[in-house]
């Protein structure tokens, strides 16, 4: 059981930015776990069913305790996600799980070199660039336009 959906991610750090980071990392990488699960030919159709029932209660107008009611509507939707996360645990297969953690893990590895190619670089400078003289001719003109 090497890589089980819990074991996924660092342990968090004690700054609260950096573990809300940590966490909504580990979330995003279990979604794409279980994407990959459900893509997966020997996951049965009533864990599909789970995951599009979870997913459609949770984007669904009508629910049985609405969200914008402050701490149970949150809370409400918390347990409908952790309920169908366990259940989808327990449906799909051990190896078809492990063989998906390591997919998401790949395509991880992949998006983060992605993000560090030489193009990605060359993109954000030129849009760096482009506003710093935007910014500097609106300040210029603003300038001019207030003390003729």
Known sequence: MAGRIGDIGAPPE???GSTWRKQAQRICTQAQIFYFALKHPRVHWFAKLVAAGTAGYLFSPIQLIPSFIPVV???DDF?????GVKLLQR???EDVLDECV???RMAEMRRKDEIRSTAAVI???AVATVWFFVAITASKLIALHLFP
């Open 14 to 16: 004690p700054r609260i």
């Open 73 to 75: 509507g949150l809370l």
């Open 79 to 83: 347990m409908v996600l952790f309920l």
């Open 91 to 93: 449906m799909i297969p």
């Open 102 to 104: 390591e997919q998401a």
């Open 123 to 125: 993109a954000f400078l």
